[in-house]
């Protein structure tokens, strides 16, 4: 770690530069676990982001959508967990814990850049979901994030400051940064190989949530009209909808 170059601008904690990209150092070292140990199974769905683009939001879709035939409304696991506590990151639990996954659910989320992905997702089959959001949104949604991290008493705007934070974000130093490269990365990645990665906008989801839903769990494999048949043997078609 003390061969990497560092950066102090956001004060918290020094950020590390690796692989053309910036860490926090307990990100840093998940992610080289990750690269190092992390097993998928080709039918693995990993839920990609920047930080603070919406990875709450579309973890909480992707599994409600997948489990929606497992668990009766009354008892999905969202109603009484945090989504972050249904889908593990793979830096923080997955790649260092195995028995932290659920084997039942494939979902695992990132904020890993395209190209710093281990090895064994990208030969795996995997298929990747990224969301992106307007940058504006992401830098004031962290810049809100890193202050609540500072203790109590302390002269906020000393330390993280809303102009300092700009001028370094529009820099490319912040977490998982250059926000455009990470972007960028999967936006290559769907142009190439579209069948393996969905790429979504914070924007475009919250305008129209429903055939962007839609277009998720039809990419997933999990599609929202789906059959059952009932004890007589016919047929029903039902739409499930997200309340």
């Given at each position: ?32 676990a990750a690269q190092e140990n992390f097993k998928p199974q080709p039918s693995d769905i990993v839920l990609c982001t920047y930080p ?90 962290m810049w809100h994030f890193l202050r609540g991290k500072l203790p109590e008493g302390i002269d906020k705007d ?86």
């Amino acid at each position: 770690m003390s061969n990497f170059p560092r950066r102090d601008d956001w004060v918290l904690q020094p950020l590390y530069q690796y692989q053309g990209f910036w860490y926090f150092q307990d990100y840093l070292v998940g992610l080289l676990a990750a690269q190092e140990n992390f097993k998928p199974q080709p039918s693995d769905i990993v839920l990609c982001t920047y930080p603070k683009t919406g990875t709450t939001w579309l973890k909480a879709l992707a599994y409600a959508i997948v489990t929606r035939s497992k668990f009766n409304d009354s008892e999905n696991p969202l109603l009484t967990k945090a989504p972050h506590d249904c889908v593990p990151f793979l830096e923080i639990d997955a790649a260092r814990n195995a028995s932290n996954r659920d084997p039942e659910i494939p979902l695992v989320a990132t904020h890993i850049p395209y190209n710093s992905l281990p090895t064994s997702i990208l030969e795996s089959g995997c298929k990747l979901v990224y969301l992106c959001r307007d940058p504006k949104d992401v830098l004031i949604s962290m810049w809100h994030f890193l202050r609540g991290k500072l203790p109590e008493g302390i002269d906020k705007d000393s330390y993280i400051n809303l102009n300092n934070s700009f001028e370094i974000f529009c820099e490319g130093i912040s977490s998982n940064g250059p926000y455009w490269d990470h972007v960028l990365g999967y936006w290559k990645a769907r142009v190439e190989s579209p069948e393996e990665v969905l790429f979504l906008v914070y924007e475009d989801l919250k305008k129209d949530t429903v055939s962007n839903v839609k277009k998720l769990a039809e990419f997933m494999g999990y599609p929202l009209h789906q059959r059952k048949r009932n004890e007589g043997g016919a047929t029903n078609h039902r739409f499930v909808q997200f309340r």
